[in-house]
């Protein structure tokens, strides 16, 4: 199995299969709208447009599992992302990440790309750099900020 094999649902339910980003790095980021790291979402769409002429897919993916930090529907969460900070990267139907329900990718990545925890997710905003090749190449924690992880995004692009 590669990450190219596996797809997900849009907010909408449309299928978004992970194999229309090869040749693409794309950055999967589970997401939480009522977060304390929610400001995170800026930092992602900055990233997002600064690099998504150049082969950058921010992808999000929001996530209720942690204290429902992300209770509203799926179109409310495109609407609350859209609105509160002005993401305009692709979002995903609402997902597990961990346990029994955890969605195919995330356990293709935790699998992948082990952290601190082991195979678990340890909280929202848990970041994962898959390279043009379609390999993971990187976990980032929840609190790793954007501007500290753009180096390995950019070396990622010119991988390609």
């Known amino acids: 199995m590669s990450f190219y094999d596996l797809s997900v649902k849009s907010p909408s339910g449309d299928n978004i299969s992970m194999s229309d980003f090869k040749g693409k790095s794309v950055l999967v980021v589970n997401t939480a709208t009522k977060c304390g790291l929610t400001p995170q979402f800026d930092g ?59 969605h195919p990718i995330f356990v293709y990545l935790k699998k992948e790309l082990g952290g601190m925890l082991g195979s678990t997710i340890k909280w929202n905003f848990t970041k994962f750099l898959i390279g043009p090749d379609g390999k993971p190449y990187k976990r980032f924690s929840p609190k790793t900020e954007i501007d500290d992880l753009e180096a390995d995004v950019v070396k990622m692009m010119k991988n390609k």
């Open 44 to 102: 992602l769409e900055e990233l997002y447009q600064k690099y998504k002429d150049d082969g950058l897919v921010v992808l999000g993916f929001p996530c209720n599992q942690f204290l429902s930090q992300s209770p509203e529907s799926n179109e409310e969460v495109v609407e609350v992302c859209r609105i509160n900070h002005g993401v305009t990267f692709p979002l995903t139907e609402k997902v597990d990440v961990n346990g029994t329900d955890a």
